[in-house]
């Protein structure tokens, strides 16, 4: 198979090669190869007769430079000129973040990472600011005197929660400590690069610590992403509390928690959420809280394409190929986005209304409960409650 290195592609001259981008066309409008035309993996096999230029040497990119292999011997079968383009988009992320922090000014670089700061409190102040403040306020997640470690993955949700800290300790009324935590698990050297240089450009200043997790779960065939998660959070709150932090902060928002509610139901017959703050069983005195927790999805994507940044969206060496890295689709939650996006298009208060489901319960109208050890029928009391008449609901 014919490769080459993305350095090599920005020589060759645009009008004599043709770049195909594999990626989803969400994806592909977010960012691509300089001239890229985009043609969707799913789309790949009624079209390409139709998009490719037999004339012309092609060059296929996808997110990692995996997947497009597949698509080479496809080409070049039907007799076209095909390259794989190493290391895909992600290698061109790289190389162009890397060039801009090395070629801009030190006072540019810093006018842009106010430019960000500024737009969250104006231009999404409605969308995230207020949304984060009140999740703040309403849930008491952060109080005066906290150690908070800020935990970042390297995505776009943790990263605007970092910036949302910072802006929180300029303006905000409660005096607290932030350090903004980040492990590195094994992320292979493309990604642990864009985290990096994002982390640069947003003005976070990391602290680093180093796992093997991902080589720990390397050989675990059943569950290793639960195993993965699992450890992940543990040495989170390990490192977190050696820095002498009680809480720990994580970067999820209130799309997660809708999809969580919906997940529970469809698939695991219970009625449940992620919650907003919880106390740690393993590590004393220490929590979890989720400042996102009523800040959209949408708002975040939003930010983030606003203001021109890229970051990197699933960063596991062993699933570089799922739905969120433009490759395959088949995860729970994946099924519960896209039926929340079909919410949206019905009406606009569905999401809202799944969110307040889980605090606006009626004990008397559910046919059982559990908390804790105790658990709860409504046969229970239920012919006590008829010779009181006490029944909520009349027939």
Not at 274 to 295: A, D, T
């Amino acid at each position: 198979m014919k490769t080459i290195q993305v350095e090599e592609l920005e020589q060759l001259s645009a009008d004599e090669i043709q770049v195909i981008d594999l990626r989803p066309e969400e994806e592909y409008k977010r960012g691509s190869f300089p001239g890229a035309v985009n043609l969707p993996m799913e789309e790949f096999d009624s079209r390409y007769e139709e998009v490719l230029e037999k004339e012309k040497p092609i060059y296929f990119i996808c997110h990692t430079g995996e997947r497009s292999k597949d698509y080479i011997e496809t080409a070049t079968k039907a007799g076209y000129n095909a390259f794989n383009v190493e290391g895909g988009y992600r290698a061109y992320l790289r190389l162009s973040l890397s060039r801009f922090l090395e070629e801009d000014t030190k006072e540019s670089k810093e006018e842009k990472t106010k430019e960000i700061e500024r737009s969250i409190i104006k231009k999404f102040r409605k969308s995230i600011w207020r949304p984060f403040t009140k999740a703040l306020n309403e849930y008491q997640l952060i109080q005066e005197g906290d150690k908070v470690a800020v935990c970042i993955s390297g995505g776009k949700d943790s990263m605007l929660l970092a910036k949302l800290i910072q802006e929180l300790k300029r303006h905000g009324k409660i005096h607290f400590e932030a350090v903004f935590l980040v492990m590195n698990p094994g992320y292979n050297e493309d990604n642990w690069k864009i985290i990096q240089d994002n982390a640069d450009l947003l003005g976070i200043p990391l602290t680093v610590f180093e796992s093997e997790i991902f080589d720990t779960v390397a050989t675990i065939e059943k569950n290793p992403c639960y195993l993965c998660a699992r450890m992940r959070r543990g040495y989170l709150y390990s490192h977190a509390k050696a820095l002498g932090c009680n809480k720990i902060a994580l970067g999820h928002h209130f799309d997660d928690v809708i999809e969580t509610i919906l997940m529970g139901m469809l698939y695991s017959g219970k009625v449940e959420t992620m919650m907003p703050k919880l106390h740690s069983q393993n590590f004393e005195g220490m929590e979890l809280i989720r400042p996102l927790y009523m800040v959209k999805e949408d708002a975040i994507k939003e930010w983030r394409d606003y203001n021109g940044l890229h970051f990197i969206q699933c960063a596991c060496r062993f699933t570089e190929n799922c739905v969120s890295c433009g490759g395959g689709r088949g995860s729970k939650r994946d099924e519960m986005k896209e039926l929340v996006a079909q919410f949206r298009k019905t009406s606009d208060v569905i999401e809202t209304n799944i969110f307040n489901s889980v605090r606006n319960i009626n004990l008397r109208t559910v046919i059982g409960y559990h908390k804790d050890k105790e658990a709860y029928n409504f046969l229970d009391d239920y012919d006590l409650r008829g010779s009181k008449k006490s029944d909520s609901q009349e027939e």
